[in-house]
């Protein structure tokens, strides 16, 4: 049977990309789904706009032993009923990769170097971190250098709503704002040089001697190496203020410039 060529057609239903995703990872160390799942509705209630159906890696790295699949489906419904939506594993051994399958979620294997020192064994089981403590006001030293590859990456223009900005291996500086539902995210440090409205994440693998610094806070969330902070654990003192952000012995430090 001949087809002619007005009778084909090539154009795809689905354009698929693949993007660097901001995607919150959920480190287990204690598997009390009771308690992971009262700890996550707190932090919704907290934060609603935030993580209200916000998008969750589990990571299960932290544990001696993987959970039975009751117990690891039991902890996804707790975490749906909590108001975040578990939308996969993260990379660990062969049985996290048994696990997902049983689970039908995806393994997510970028979601585990931040907590891998350098030249870790590929077996080994990553330490754990600790949550981010309350900030304390104190005095900024002068920023480290950052660990980056490449020269920065520098956005002229605004950030906005629904946009999300990264730069790989490299600082990243914004000469304008960052609106509020927007996300920059970057290996090294973040430079921006008006209101920051939106999230900002830096050292996003891991690098914990990156900073952010601003000119106007008001940020919807910040974060270094996984470590973060909503505006609601800020103190008020500091909103609307030119502030720094940088990490001291695995705490959050936020202090005014």
């Known amino acids: 049977m001949s087809m002619t060529s007005a009778n084909l057609d090539y154009e795809q239903a689905g354009e698929l990309k693949i993007g660097q995703v901001g995607i919150a990872n959920l480190r287990v160390r204690t598997l009390d789904v009771a308690q992971l799942s009262r700890e996550m509705r707190e932090r919704v209630d907290r934060a609603p706009k935030l993580f209200g159906r916000a998008p969750v890696i589990i990571d299960f790295g932290g544990l001696a032993q993987m959970p039975d699949v009751a117990t690891a489906k039991a902890l996804l419904e707790g975490l749906r009923g909590a108001g975040v939506l578990p939308v996969g594993l993260s990379y660990g051994t062969r049985e996290t990769e048994q696990l997902a399958e049983q ?18 064994a590929a077996s080994a089981a990553p330490p754990a971190r600790r949550e981010s403590a309350e900030a304390a006001p104190a005095k900024a ?18 950030v906005r709503s629904g946009q999300q900005l990264y730069a790989e291996n490299r600082d990243l500086t914004v000469l304008s704002t960052v609106g509020a539902g927007a996300e920059v995210i970057s290996d090294g440090s ?22 952010i610094f601003c000119r106007e806070f008001h940020a919807e969330l910040v974060a270094i190496a996984g470590h973060y902070k909503v505006l609601e654990d800020v103190p008020k003192e500091l909103r609307g203020k030119p502030v720094q952000v940088w990490l001291e012995k695995d705490q959050l430090m936020i202090a005014a410039q």
Do not use: C, M, W
């Open 190 to 211: 973040i430079h921006i040089y008006g209101t920051l409205r939106g999230r900002a994440l830096a050292g996003a693998q891991g690098n914990t001697d990156a900073r």
């Open 103 to 120: 689970l039908g979620l995806p393994l997510l294997a970028k979601f585990r170097a931040q907590y891998e020192p350098v030249g870790a």
């Open 141 to 158: 030293e002068k920023a480290p250098a950052a660990n980056t590859t490449s020269p920065g990456l520098v956005q002229k223009t605004p």
